[in-house]
Structure formats: structure tokens, C-alpha cells
């Protein structure tokens, strides 16, 4: 069998006397789009604070591409090929559209080259800010490169993060709630975007979005009150009871396949 790209098995943790995540097991493989769902409160956050290094789980592995991740610090994910984005922008307002998204490359110029303009920094910075551009362009919004991030519409700011997150060209692209706050058109080009990134790396969605993720991911894991309830293709999700009994309270078969959101 292929080594997969994410392999979390048997995640627990906890705050204080709160257990955030239960035992928790996962599989992402190569050129997978796996989402994660659950109500409020799931633990869907907590499990990618604890990939990316930002939270310490009291037991369970998790490894990347065969190795293992736990210990590896957050600063070091763009070295080893993860790229997370998170819940809120986190865009520099001083800065250029440009010079947010050059800020996510995964090698840059050293600081005393830079600080001496040496011909080799001066390269580098070339080399980043034509990458930069490249991955404007594969994402629609080049012409706003000179643009503030607070001069543009929400949906854009949204585009620049994952631009900033591509610029580390990651096998494991993280996404934690891509579509909040999107119109339909614009998750519409969300899923076509995601679509597009599968093939060249694996992507994990975690959104409160049910029918984008049900129309994007080949797999789906989804998490209540910090346990894996159901785990499958869309369609073993959208029939499953528990699922309907986290979201709704109660036993509801669902019309058209759809959970809602």
C-alpha cells in the first residue's frame, strides 16, 4: 500500500480536565482532498493545531510521508512541505498584496546578504517575488499585487492566504475554513481552485460548509465532541445516522444527499 501523505492514529487531547480530541485516527493519502466536519466545539481546529506543532497531544503518533511530526516546531512546516492557512486572515496591512504573499516562501534571501546587497540575495529576491506573481496568476488576482489587503473584497483576502500558503509549494496543504464568510459564486471558485491543487498535492479542508466538502473531498472525517464519528466517501457520510444526530439532534434522512451547512 502507497505511504500516506498524513497518517494520525489514536490522537488524544486535552485541556485541563477537557478532552478535546478522543482517540482520534485519520488518513490522508497522496492527491487527496480529505474534509474534516463537525459541529462547534468538534475538535476540528484542535486536531490541526496539534499537526502543525501548535498543541501537544497527551498520546497517539502522527507522521508525514512516513516520518514522524511531533516535535516539529510550526516555523519548520514550510521546510518539511506543509502550508497551513487559518480561521482569520492574518494579512499584513502595511504590506502589498505582493509582499504578503513573498512572505510565505519556503526559502528566502539571509538577512546579513540581504542587509549587504549582495548580488545573491538581490537573485533570491527576484526568484521569490517572479514565484509570487506565478502563483497570483494561477489564482485570479494578479492585478491586485500592488494593492493593501484592506483596499480589497473579502473574497479576495481569502485568495491571498492560500496564495501566501502555495508559496511554500506544500505536499499537505491545510485549510481551516476556506469558505467562511464567501458568497456562493465565490465557493464555487473555492471548490474549482481546491479541485485544481489535488494535482499536485494532498489537500485537508476543515469547514462548516457540509455541501462543499461533500462535493470536493474523496474521503471525509467527521468529528463530535472530540471523537471520530463516521469516516468514508461522501456517500457513506450522507447516509450515516450519527452524522444527522450531531448536526440536527435527531434521526432525519436526508433529501438530495444534502446535510446543509
Known amino acids: 500500500m502507497e505511504q500516506p501523505t498524513l497518517d494520525v492514529a489514536n490522537l488524544t487531547v486535552r485541556f485541563g480536565g477537557v478532552l478535546a480530541l478522543d482517540h482520534v485516527s485519520l488518513r490522508v493519502d497522496a492527491n487527496e482532498i480529505h474534509g474534516i466536519i463537525g459541529p462547534n466545539g468538534a475538535g476540528k481546529t484542535t486536531l ?28 519548520q512546516l514550510a521546510k518539511v512541505g506543509i502550508a497551513r492557512t487559518l480561521q482569520g486572515l492574518g494579512l499584513w496591512p502595511g504590506l502589498t498584496v505582493l509582499e504578503n504573499v513573498m512572505a510565505g516562501a519556503r526559502l528566502r ?37 500592488d494593492t493593501r489587503p484592506a483596499a480589497l473584497p473579502y473574497g479576495v483576502q481569502k485568495r ?46 476543515v469547514e462548516h460548509h457540509v455541501d462543499l466538502v461533500m462535493a470536493i473531498s474523496q474521503r471525509i472525517t467527521v468529528l463530535n465532541f472530540g471523537q471520530v464519528i463516521a469516516s468514508g466517501t461522501p456517500d457513506d457520510i450522507k447516509g450515516n445516522r450519527a452524522v444527522s444526530l450531531a448536526y440536527l439532534g435527531e434521526d432525519v434522512k436526508t433529501a438530495e444527499g444534502g446535510l446543509g451547512a
Request: glycine content about 8%; some cysteine; charged content about 25%.
Open 160 to 205: 491571498v492566504i492560500i496564495a501566501r500558503a502555495l508559496m511554500a509549494a506544500p505536499e499537505l496543504l491545510l485549510l481551516d475554513e476556506p469558505a467562511s464568510g464567501l458568497s456562493v459564486g465565490e465557493i464555487e471558485r473555492l471548490a474549482e481552485l481546491v479541485g485544481r491543487l489535488r494535482r499536485r498535492m494532498s489537500v485537508v479542508v
Open 48 to 75: 490541526f493545531n496539534a499537526v502543525c506543532g501548535f498543541v501537544r497531544p497527551q498520546t497517539g503518533t502522527i507522521r508525514y510521508r512516513g516520518e514522524p511530526l511531533l516535535g516539529t516546531a510550526p516555523h
Open 109 to 145: 534571501p539571509h538577512f546579513v546578504a540581504s542587509l549587504l546587497a549582495m548580488p545573491r540575495a538581490d537573485r533570491q529576491e527576484r526568484q521569490v517575488r517572479d514565484q509570487a506573481v506565478q502563483v497570483l496568476d494561477e489564482l485570479g488576482i494578479a492585478s491586485v499585487a
